[in-house]
């Protein structure tokens, strides 16, 4: 399987997990959500969608009336097919949920996994930010290295672009910075006190703060208001 490939099966099983979607609907998911996949076509999704119905964690049902179906078939058009996610495919969703490694932090593999950190753990979110914030440094390093070597060979044009490459890496590292602060903050102030052993029990609860709260304040003070 390409990583390409294993990403969109991951993003339609967790789209399919939020409820059952007919093949028009999904694309139109996976193009507006996730921007990652703007390019992809239906011969690109219906055989992913076929193969996850093989392997188990996909049932396809009507998705019209049966008088519906009946004449869409006599037309010759495609009666609609919406697909559910079964028992066995929502496990195998929370178990790619659960993963993390070095796959996870390249870029469209990381930008589907985000996408889907409303249903990961806190735990795994922080791994996957902090291995993400790792790769771009370690990028960024690169980067500037080839950038002090070619400098003096480098034309204006294409010196900037390097530049704005650059700026783009470090805006992102910036930006998870900020994300992993917001999650350590998020477990420090859902921790239970008499837990003793220091454990998050918090459930799956985000980190990220809401519009207009301040991350360190108490959400029972706006009752007062």
Known sequence: MSRRSGILEFAVLGLLRESPMHGYELR?????????????????????????VANGWLTEEPGSAPEEAIAASLAGRRAKIVYRLTAEGKEHFEELLAHTGPDVYEDEHFAARFAFFGQTSRDVRMRVLEGRRSRLEERLEKMRASLARTRERLDDYTLELQRHGMESVEREVRWLNELIESERTGRDQHRSPSSGDGQDTSGESGGLPRHGENPGSDPSDDTAN
């Open 28 to 52: 139109k998911r996976l193009n507006t959500s996730l921007g990652i996949f703007r390019a992809f076509s239906y011969g690109t999704l219906y055989p992913c969608l076929k193969t996850l």
